[in-house]
Each structure stands twice: as C-alpha cells, then as structure tokens.
T-cell receptor, first 108, second 114 residues
Framework: TQLLEQSPQFLSIQEGENLTVYCNSS?????LQWYRQEPGEGPVLLVT?????EVKKLKRLTFQFGDARKDSSLHITAAQPGDTGLYLC????????FGPGTSLSVIP | DSGVTQTPKHLITATGQRVTLRCSPR?????VYWYQQSLDQGLQFLIQ???????AKGNILERFSAQQFPDLHSELNLSSLELGDSALYFC?????????????FGSGTRLTVV
C-alpha cells in the first residue's frame, strides 16, 4: 500500500515567522503536487514538481522535491494570515495519492 | 471560481435515502474525478471518468455509483445512505486522464446524513 505521510499535522505560528512542512513516502513518485485548501472550499493546486532535486518558488513559498523523488518540502517565508489553510501533498504513481495534510494557522 | 461547478453546495438527508451530486468540469477537461473528504479519512479517491468511460476506481462503496455524460458533466449517486457517509464530496477535473500535472477541484458538496 502506498502511503503519504505529512508532518507536522498541525502548526500554529505568528505572522512573520518562517516554517517548513514535509511530505514523505517509501515509494518513488513520478511527480508530486502541493495544494492548499481553505475551510469549506476545494483544494487549490500550488505547484507540480517532476524532477528529483527540483526547487520551485512561488512568491514566499519554496517547494523542493527530494533527489530520490520520495519526499518533498514546502517552506514559507514570513508567513501571513492569508497563508492559513490545509496544505496537502499528492504523490503520483499510477494513480494519485493524497497525504493527510498539514493544518497551518498563522496568527496576526 | 475554479471553473469546476458542483451542485448542490449543501445537502441534508435522512438515513436510507438516495442523493445525486452533480459536477461540471472545467471547459476543455475530459477527465472527472470524485473524492470524499472526512475528518478521519482525509481525501479519498472514489472514481475517475475519462471522456464518458470509467477509467479508475478507488475506495468506492457498492452503494455508490457514478457516470459521465456526453456533455462531460458527471453525477455521483449515493444510495442507502448511512450516518458515516456524511462528508465533503469533491469533484476534480483535468485535461487528460493522467495523474501528472494536477487537478482542478470544485468547491464541493457537504453531505449531512441525519
């Protein structure tokens, strides 16, 4: 069974702090996506990473794909209240598997 | 607005009843996916359709069924509802049927079974 683990499960930080959340699996992904989901809404795609070691930046968000394509991280610099939400990673094998998510709360 | 339209947004029904959830994919997308999200199970894949044909099945119960119509909209039918079926149901779409580059999700239908 292919499983994705995400850590931490919950994170509460002050506005302006930096943070990193992680996505791990024992299996190799062909590609991986990160989504953000706000309460009562559907997940919104943030990024897709494909190549091992790849780094992508989206404003204050930096996404990294592990060299072995088994793990990924999302780093947020100077977090803002608008970053609050559930961050989901989704690993692609022959199908898409979603992780359980990291619930981020940024306090003003 | 993501371009994926789901109706209704909220649904309250009694145990044993049957409901139909509707999804219109983003314009140009051929593939539709249905997901169930609950607090204890996370986002669980139910079923995928591509251009009218069933492409993949996930953890979909026998009481649940789906179809994709010629105009590419899709319906998810849930029957003999149980309290445990209460959840958010999401539809997502993509251009092709592959998992490679991510999905566009609708805003979901919140189903409450009482």
């Amino acid at each position: 069974t292919q499983l994705l683990e995400q850590s931490p499960q919950f994170l509460s930080i002050q506005e302006g702090e930096n943070l990193t959340v992680y996505c791990n699996s024992s299996s190799v992904f062909s590609s991986l996506q990160w989504y953000r989901q706000e309460p009562g809404e559907g997940p919104v795609l943030l990024v897709t990473v494909v190549t091992g070691g790849e780094v992508k930046k989206l404003k204050r968000l930096t996404f990294q794909f592990g060299d072995a394509r088994k793990d990924s991280s999302l780093h947020i610099t100077a977090a803002q209240p608008g970053d609050t939400g559930l961050y989901l990673c989704a690993g692609n094998y022959d199908k898409v598997i979603f992780g359980p998510g990291t619930s981020l709360s940024v306090i003003p | 607005d993501s371009g994926v339209t789901q109706t209704p947004k909220h649904l309250i029904t009694a145990t044993g009843q049957r409901v139909t959830l509707r999804c219109s994919p983003r314009s140009g997308d051929l593939s539709v996916y249905w997901y169930q999200q609950s607090l204890d199970q996370g986002l669980q894949f139910l079923i995928q359709y591509y251009n009218g044909e069933e492409r993949a099945k996930g953890n979909i119960l026998e009481r649940f069924s789906a179809q994709q119509f010629p105009d590419l909209h899709s319906e998810l039918n849930l029957s003999s509802l149980e309290l445990g079926d209460s959840a958010l149901y999401f539809c997502a779409s993509s251009v092709d049927g592959g998992p490679g580059y991510g999905y566009t999700f609708g805003s979901g239908t919140r189903l409450t079974v009482v």
